[in-house]
């Protein structure tokens, strides 16, 4: 079974740019997460989807980050403007059903400058 | 109410010795404790979780010991080897694996 799939794997951008990440999930995984994890900290997260609708978006700063998962498969996490406190560690992690065990992706390395 | 917190911060132990990791909670309504374990570079990958209403659960090498009466919860791996040697963090949920709140991690070196 393959895992879930992340790119890019690194990226590096300066500060007011925009930057976009893309997560495919397993295969038949109806649930979908994106987690920042900031370097010396346990992942939080940012938004949970159950096929293409949003299930939790509470702690997605809404004015800078968005996200869709259209088709219920592939998602896209994005930010504009990006601000130096966004440096991390983009991790995407899906489930079969929402309350199945997680499985992450190896992440997105966000520096910016 | 929806940390939770993880101790020690990093740990060496001996190859064959016991790590002991330990993690405290406050908010009574968490009904499930993983642990999971994550390599530099890496996603984390669930090692093994716990409901409160069992006070141990072992897995190989691995064992939570839960203590609901002081909401804490600990992780200990024996015979700890090299390979062992990652970052781990504590985990508790309200609803089964979602809506995860993470620890802040130890980082585990297990010199040979």
């Known amino acids: 079974e393959a895992g879930v799939a992340q790119s890019p794997r690194y990226k590096i951008i300066e500060k007011r740019q925009s930057v976009a990440f893309w997560c495919n999930p397993i295969?038949?995984?109806?649930?979908l997460y994106w987690y920042q994890q900031i370097l010396g900290q346990g992942p939080k997260l940012l938004i949970q989807?159950?096929?293409?609708?949003?299930?939790?978006d509470s702690q997605l700063p809404k004015d800078r980050f968005s996200a869709e998962r259209l088709k219920g498969v592939d998602s896209t996490l994005k930010i504009q403007p990006a601000k130096l406190e966004d440096s991390a560690v983009y991790l995407c992690?899906?489930?079969?059903?929402?309350?199945?065990?997680?499985?992450f992706g190896d992440g997105t390395r966000l520096s910016i400058l | 109410q929806q940390q939770v917190k993880q101790s020690p911060q990093s740990l060496i132990v001996q190859k064959g010795g016991i790590s002991i990791i330990n993690c405290a909670y406050e908010?009574?309504?968490?009904?499930?404790f993983p642990w999971y374990q994550q390599f530099p570079g890496k996603g984390p990958a669930l090692l093994i979780a716990?409901?409160?209403?069992?006070s141990e659960k072992k897995e190989g090498r691995f064992t939570i010991s839960f203590n609901k009466s002081a909401k804490q919860f600990s992780l200990h791996i024996m015979d700890s080897q090299p390979g062992d040697s990652a970052t781990y963090f504590c985990?508790?949920?309200?609803?089964?694996?979602?809506?995860?709140?993470f620890g802040t991690g130890t980082r585990l070196l297990v010199s040979p």
């Open positions: 989807f159950q096929n293409n609708g949003v299930v939790d």
């Open positions: 716990i409901r409160p209403d069992v």
């Open positions: 295969s038949g995984h109806a649930t």
């Open positions: 908010n009574t309504a968490f009904d499930y």
């Open positions: 992690a899906s489930s079969y059903r929402a309350s199945q065990p997680q499985h």
């Open positions: 985990a508790a949920s309200v609803v089964g694996f979602q809506k995860l709140v």
